[in-house]
């Protein structure tokens, strides 16, 4: 038997994000400047190597893998990639395969991501206004989004969709996106924004807005009832007595959800982030492209865990943004 993974807080590590390009078809505002440099293609671990990395995890214990970005489904290659990884599902060594998608490569690769063991998503999703959308991602358009919605579900996927929580700007989508999502049997996670990369600072969209606020408008209309469960991520849920669904909450900057935290991060070119929020990591690839073997991996793993912080410095409190992560989101990967 392998010895899992236990960081110094005795935390059991089980959950591995992995982001597979820093590249994307879109540029979302609060993610990506404008004119993001991207990595050379070289520096990027190889989908051989995501997989040795990953399936090195995974014999450590690892039962959860999400895969991300970046947008994940513009690398080349990818299906194969989850195709790969789907033998760990079957095997019984990975109990979820999973991602998260901006949707817009999904009406091309729903049906084979579930044909891979996928059946689940998170699609990422914040305003159901077409000018809106086109704003806040720059890029992106909202119809190629929802039709890439519409081939998840037609796929038999589980979506979940992620919003960002953006003052002034889908505050008054509140209802509109829960009864859209209530109306498609999907569950409905918004997200604080949170101070990563430097982006430009010329657009305004992208200001802090507690959740503890949407909270408090959202019960106006229904009655919210807190569940326990937990799903092995961050959120905090209730449930809408009304409509059934389940509404999440991401606020890494108004509650501290750091006990609990099971996680780390692998980025495209291969370090490992043992916190979303701090700038420590360890460079796996070294290690990785060190030996065949991969028992020298694995002791770079064990020894990276050991420097798990206890939490984040994210703090808004004091109407200063402190623990500000020059990294993008796109990075880190989410
Ligand atoms: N491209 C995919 C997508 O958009 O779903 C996957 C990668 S994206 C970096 C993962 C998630 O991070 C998305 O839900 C996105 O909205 C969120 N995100 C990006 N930048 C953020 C920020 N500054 N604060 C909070 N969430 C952010
Ligand atoms: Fe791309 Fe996702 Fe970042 Fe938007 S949030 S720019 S879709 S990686």
């Known amino acids: 038997m392998t010895a899992p993974l236990i960081d110094p807080f005795m935390r059991a590590i089980t959950y591995l994000r992995v982001s597979v390009t820093d590249r994307c078809d879109f540029r979302c505002v609060y993610c990506m400047a404008e004119n993001m440099q991207f990595l050379p293609k070289k520096e990027l671990l190889t989908l051989e190597e ?120 889908n505050e008054d989508e509140i209802f509109t996106l829960t009864r859209w ?12 924004v949170m101070p990563m990369g430097d982006l430009g600072g010329e657009d305004r969209i992208g200001q802090y807005w507690a959740l503890s606020e949407l909270r408090e408008t959202l019960a106006q209309e229904y009655t919210l009832v807190d569940l326990s469960e937990r799903t092995g991520g961050p959120a905090r849920y209730v449930q809408l007595v009304e409509t059934g669904q389940k509404i999440g909450f991401i606020t890494p900057l108004t509650h501290n959800f750091c006990e609990s935290c099971n ?15 701090q700038e420590d990591n360890a460079d796996l690839r070294s ?3 060190a030996s065949e073997d991969d028992s020298v991996l694995e002791a770079a793993i064990r020894e990276a865990i050991t420097h798990k912080p206890k939490g984040h410095d994210f703090d808004y409190s004091r109407q200063e ?3 500000q992560m020059t990294r993008h989101m796109s990075h880190t990967g989410g």
């Open 50 to 169: 995501l997989d040795r990395m990953c399936s090195t995890f995974i014999n450590l214990g690892v039962e959860k893998l999400r895969i991300t970005g970046g947008e994940p489904l513009v690398r080349r290659g990818i299906l194969q990639f989850f195709e790969a990884m789907s033998r760990h599902l079957d095997s019984g060594a990975l109990k979820e395969l999973t991602l998260t998608t901006n949707g817009s490569q999904l009406e091309k690769y729903a049906s084979a991501l579930y044909a891979a063991g996928v059946r689940r998503v998170n699609i990422s999703l914040d305003t159901l206004d077409e000018d809106k959308f086109a704003r806040v991602t720059r890029w992106g358009r909202l119809p190629q989004v929802l039709r890439g919605i519409d081939a998840a579900q037609s796929a038999g996927l589980r979506v979940k969709i992620n919003t960002v929580a953006l003052k002034g700007f």
């Open 321 to 323: 943004i402190k623990g």
């Open 263 to 277: 996680r780390v991060r692998l980025t495209c070119t291969g370090e490992l982030f043992m916190c979303l929020g």
């Open 287 to 289: 290690a990785l492209r």
């Open 181 to 192: 999502c209530a109306e498609r049997d999907m569950d409905l996670t918004w997200i604080e």
